[in-house]
Structures are given as structure tokens and as C-alpha cells.
DNA sequence: CCTTGACCTGGAGCGCACTCCAGGTCCCAT
DNA sequence: ATGGGACCTGGAGTGCGCTCCAGGTCAAGG
């Protein structure tokens, strides 16, 4: 239990964690879409928890392909404190109105390409029948 | 009825059709995804129906995210006669797999939004809470 | 004859999100 | 003390998918 409450993650931790390589972790630090990050003495960066639970957040933004530009402005609202909880709460709820019409079309498309997909099968289906009725004249 | 069996279209018409514009268009074809379409004879171009087609099939791949060189590739096998069907048939099934699994992810990240859009719904009504108890003792 | 509008060409430019690099520091283990 | 590994910096480079542009042609209408 107490390896899960470390105050200090480092990068290659991070990195791995979040399967970001350290170029774009520290991409995202000057993006803004981090703070500026805690220093070991030595001048590594030290990721502390709530970067962490931030991180996690901007993972999920990413990966479901909110621009850097919104993220950055996503996150400058956090860093803003608590009053920002209703503009947070636009963003995302905006998003997710985009994420579910995405969704919506992907799916449709979907669709479409199963579609294809079957009549691809149904014309080999035809050709290999033919075959086979050719074979059956010949012998 | 006749109407929709013109042999011909304007790029303008193909542009509005598809919802993309003429440099788009004209890139799709330099970038092998249309074969050299046909000429009017004042050079303009003259896109046939089974242009259309393929752009529909096209305009389907792109919007679920096929790159443009794996389209090409199968534009080259469309063009390349009935007996590319087998080869065609795994792209689109290989291209529908990664679909799914990009569908599961997107409703994936979806959840985890919508949680964390409820979680900064329960902080504002909280909040809300608070100040109409404040109210209530004060008055 | 002149304008307008649709389209033509080759090639440059752009926005995004990384990704790579050279040259350096720090610390630990052999 | 030497080597290796993790990390640092600023800045340049990359890949993708368009998008824009200058300068031109062509056909129809007034």
C-alpha cells in the first residue's frame, strides 16, 4: 500500500505509466498542458500525484483527440483552483458532444464497410459456385 | 430517374457531393486514389459514375481514419481488375478491425469522461448545498 | 469585345503533434 | 576514475493531409 502513495514519480515512470515517450511528456510541460514541473536536486523532474491524476485526464482528452490548443486551456482552468469547476465542466461537456457524435458516425461507417465487406464475399462466393458447376461439367 | 444516370460529373458537383474541396479532390487523384480521370475537351475535368462509387468507398475509409497511402493501395487493387477482390477483401477486413477496436476505445474514454463530468456535477451541487445551508443560518 | 465563373497547372506553404538531436550534467556501480 | 544510464536544454526536423496561390484557359452571357 504505502508503494502506491510515493510522493515523486520520475519521468521514465511516468513515461511508461502512460505510454508517452519523454519528448512528449515534457512536449505537454511546455504546451502548458502541465504545470512547471518539480526538480530533483539534480534538475530531473519530479512528477508529483495530482500530475499524475492530471495526466490521466489529458491521456483520456488526447486519446479521444482534443487538440492541444483545448487541452492547454482545459488545463490552465485547473491550475486556476476550484472556482473553474463550471468552465471545466463546459469543456468537457462539449466534448463529450463531439466524442458522442464521432462515435455516431464511426459506427455508421461501420456499417457501410461490413456492407462492402459482405458483397466482397458474396461475389467470391458466386465465383467459387461457378467453379465448382464448371467442374462438375467438365468431369 | 434519368437524371441520376448522367455519365458525367463536374468537379464542382463531385466537390459538393462529397463535401470536399476541388484542391482535395485534385490531390486525391495526384495521390493515386482516383485514376486519371477523364478530360472535357476544354481540359475540365469529367468524373464518371464509377468515380463516384470509388469516392464513396474513399470518403467511408478517410472518414474512419485509413491513411491516405493504405488507400491508394487499395484504389491500385480496385484498378488492378476482379482478381484483386481476395486481396481487397483483407484490407477492408483489417481496416474494420482496427475500427472496432478504436470504437471500443473512444466508448471506453467516453465512460471515463461522463465520470468525470458527474464528479464535477457532485462538486457543484455540494457547493450548492453549502451556500443554502449558509443562507438558512443566516436568515 | 469584355467580363465572369468554373476550372486548369505546378509548386509552395501550413497546422498539428510530435520526434529527434547535439551536447551537456548528475549519480551510482565497478 | 571510468563507464553507463537517466535525464537535461534549445532548437531543428518530420510526416500527414491538406490548402493556398499565381498565372493561365475556356465557354457563355451581355
Known amino acids: 500500500m504505502l508503494e502506491h502513495m510515493r510522493d515523486y514519480y520520475t519521468p521514465g515512470e511516468i513515461a511508461e505509466r502512460f505510454d508517452l515517450t519523454l519528448d512528449t511528456l515534457r512536449y ?3 504546451a502548458g498542458l502541465l504545470r512547471r514541473v518539480d526538480r530533483a536536486p539534480s534538475g530531473h523532474r519530479r512528477y508529483r500525484t495530482d500530475d499524475v491524476e492530471l495526466l490521466h485526464l489529458i491521456r483520456c482528452l488526447r486519446d479521444t483527440d482534443m487538440p492541444i ?12 483552483g476550484d472556482h473553474t469547476i463550471p468552465e471545466r465542466l463546459e469543456v468537457l461537456q462539449e466534448h463529450k458532444n463531439r466524442l458522442d457524435d464521432r462515435i455516431a458516425e464511426l459506427v455508421d461507417r461501420q456499417g457501410a464497410i461490413e456492407h462492402k465487406i459482405d458483397y466482397y464475399l458474396g461475389v467470391l462466393a458466386e465465383r467459387a459456385a461457378e467453379t465448382a458447376h464448371t467442374l462438375k461439367d467438365v468431369n
Request: hydrophobic share 40%.
Open 28 to 30: 505537454y510541460e511546455k
Open 69 to 80: 490548443a483545448r487541452l492547454r486551456e482545459f488545463a490552465e482552468l485547473v491550475r486556476d
